[in-house]
């Protein structure tokens, strides 16, 4: 069995991708190629924002835009202590401060009670100025944008979503990756819409914003594409990627369906013997990953290696918070600030997640997980 089978869809749209990588071999146009403007249009679209740029990775993508709002020393940006360390990492590369905040213990996003504190904290201080919110749409749910929003209105904040594992997911009928004056996606392979490589995405309804995107995209070039008016990044997704992309984006709401239906299927069978992820009724989950909380760390082992013996591999996301990165030795957090991502780190477990696992296979795990719960 995979955690994440991207063979079994492979095989499903082999026909279709297969088509679009030839087309681009052949019109040669392998950067900025006519197939990046034909699905910038379309996730666009999609998403319901004015202007997707296209870039290299997800992690550029959220680079880019700090970039743009020049974040830089002496500026706060708060973002959720449970995350990949991309959404800090970012922070830190432009010599800004990340400010980390703990998570809600239901939805495993950044709590904005406890933003908020961190903000009147920060300014309180008086030694960094609160700049902007990375809220992270963690595991393909969406973070809680009407109260976040309105901290960022309150104390003057930007706002950059960083929906690299949320694309496809919707907040009060409205699609992730359209909260924000910025927000951004990845296509990294095992991501709910991924490519076969790295790849990435920008949105925003701003016109200003999305030209300063697409300049520094491409070194900081200005209208003459010799003349460089900024210093920028090279930082382009490959036409090819976009043409994978573009056969994969055809079937991308039948497999946000599926996952849905996958998810469920796990949480019917598992709700009565671990704690299941659950779904605030305002949003719709694409499910990069399931997770689940087991009652101990010695639970957790347990059901990890009675899966592994039975070739079911699972992963731990994350097994350390943020705040514990060695990186950020010198931040001086201390665990107590952040109890629930601590707790998160030492009982979370994600299952294998990807739309073509068969009924056969959940009831394989699920029972798996059950006998050695009730051992
Ligand atoms: C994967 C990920 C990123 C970075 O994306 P890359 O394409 O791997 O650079 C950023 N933030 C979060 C939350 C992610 O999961």
Redesign the pocket.
């Known amino acids: 069995m995979h955690f994440v089978d991207l063979a079994a869809q492979f095989h499903k749209l082999q026909k279709k991708i297969n088509t679009n990588i030839q087309r681009t071999l052949e019109h040669g146009h392998y950067i900025l190629g006519p197939e990046v403007s034909e699905l910038e249009m379309k996730l666009a679209d999609y998403v319901g924002v004015k202007h997707c740029i296209t870039c290299a990775?997800?992690?550029?993508?959220?680079s880019i835009p700090l970039m743009v709002w020049q974040i830089g020393k002496g500026d706060a940006v708060f973002t959720s202590n449970f995350?990949?360390f991309?959404?800090a990492e970012v922070v830190s590369l432009r010599g800004a401060t990340p400010i980390l905040v703990d998570i809600d213990k239901s939805t495993f996003n950044i709590d904005p009670f406890k933003l908020e504190e961190a903000i009147v904290n920060v300014l309180n201080e008086g030694k960094l100025i609160p700049k902007a919110i990375i809220p992270?749409d963690?595991f393909g749910l969406p973070a809680e944008y009407d109260k976040i929003m309105a901290l960022a209105q309150k104390y003057n904040l930007k706002v950059l979503e960083?929906s690299?594992?949320g694309f496809g997911g919707t907040y009060k009928g409205k699609r992730t990756c359209s909260f924000g004056q910025f927000a951004t996606t990845?296509?990294?392979p095992a991501?709910p819409l991924g490519c076969y490589g790295?790849?990435?995405a920008i949105f925003t309804n701003d016109d200003h914003f999305a030209e300063l995107s697409k300049s520094i995209r491409a070194h900081g070039k200005g209208s003459d594409r010799y003349d460089n008016v900024r210093v920028g990044l090279n930082s382009r997704l490959d036409t090819i990627q976009a043409a994978i992309l573009l056969a994969k984006f055809e079937v991308f709401d039948e497999e946000i369906e599926l996952r849905n239906k996958i998810a469920k299927a796990y949480t019917d069978r598992l709700k009565d013997y671990v704690v299941t992820p659950s779904i605030p009724k305002e949003c719709i989950s694409v499910w990069?990953q399931y997770s689940l909380l087991t009652k101990s760390t010695e639970e957790r082992k347990k059901i990890q290696e009675v899966l592994s013996m039975n070739n079911i591999p699972t992963m731990i996301y994350y097994p350390k918070p943020l705040h514990k990165q060695t990186v950020y030795k010198d931040l001086d957090y201390v665990d107590s600030m952040f109890e629930i991502s601590m707790q998160a780190s030492k009982t979370i477990l994600c299952l294998p997640m990807h739309p073509y696992l068969s009924m056969n296979d959940i009831n394989e795990i699920c029972n798996k997980i059950i006998n050695v719960i009730k051992d």
């Open positions: 990775n997800g992690t550029d993508a959220l995350t990949f991309a959404s992270v963690l960083d690299a594992q990845s296509f990294f991501k790295d790849g990435g990069a």
